[in-house]
């Protein structure tokens, strides 16, 4: 018997390996951005606010790797230096939305009654507008703004972590070592804090790394449409709604910024993926 499934606990075994590899890659890429991000301002060889009218619209070149825009910017610089918005702005909506989300889910699984009636009828409320429609209307109420279009994205993607861990907190409250462990007279902040939260992190998570690029790319949407942040701040949606006139005639202003958004999407969209596969019980079984 055990010589027969030798084979198949190869394979896992390679599967899990290679698994692994990539987890270190994407995760060192993504790593790599982050503190790119956080470093922009000793990165930029130029000053990304600095105009040059001598120097509008020149093509790329050694002096300017990426060329500069009207204004004779940097635009390698202003990249490097939108980075610090683009991606730490994701983070901290993604950041938000998953504790507040999961957070609302566990309270309402957890008291049941009136508090998960309302709690959940408010989730499908916000569930039933189109998404980006309703972020937008929100951040033009309030006004623009980076800020403000992180609150408006937060405001329609909390519900789905909020189902989520719901879901999940359900599924675990009737588990037999939760019933053996309210037995043993633990509270419960400590059955959530020790074995609730613990048992749902894995899905959670994985939805998070998920939802790293689809916010990145919402938030470059709105910012586009001039309801994110605000020229001259380097943002990567803003740079790319500020130089769109010239894409026709000096198409890497434009190119430049939206090529950082693709980088940036796909290593954090890879990575959640491969997270997603190494958290896979039959991955690991």
Known sequence: ????????????????????????????????????????????????????????????????????????????????????????????????????????????????KWLDTVLM???????????????????????GGVHNAIFALAAISWPKYARLARSQTLAQQSAVYMQA??????????????HVIPNIAGPILVTAMLDIGTMMMELAGLSFLGLGAKPPVPEWGSMMSDTRNLLPTQPWVTLAPGFAIFISVMIFNLLGDTVRDYLDPKNRR
């Open 181 to 194: 462990a309210r037995m043993a007279g633990s509270s419960s902040f400590k059955l959530i804090r020790k």
């Open 1 to 112: 018997m055990s010589q027969a499934m030798a084979p198949t606990v190869r394979r896992q075994n390679v599967r899990q390996n290679h698994l692994q590899k990539k987890l270190y890659i994407w995760g060192g890429l993504a790593l790599l951005l982050i503190l790119a991000a956080f470093f922009s301002d000793y990165l930029c060889p130029y000053d990304p606010y600095m105009q040059d009218m001598s120097m509008t619209k020149a093509a790329p070149s050694a002096e300017h790797l990426l060329g500069t825009d009207r204004y004779g910017r940097d635009m390698l610089s202003r990249v490097i230096a939108g980075s610090k918005t683009s991606i730490y702005a994701t983070l901290l909506l993604v950041s938000f939305i998953t504790i507040f989300g999961s957070l609302v889910g566990i309270i309402c699984a957890w008291t049941g």
């Open 121 to 143: 009828r408010l989730s499908d409320m916000f569930l039933a507008f189109p998404g980006l429609v309703f972020a937008l209307a929100v951040a033009a109420v309030l006004g």
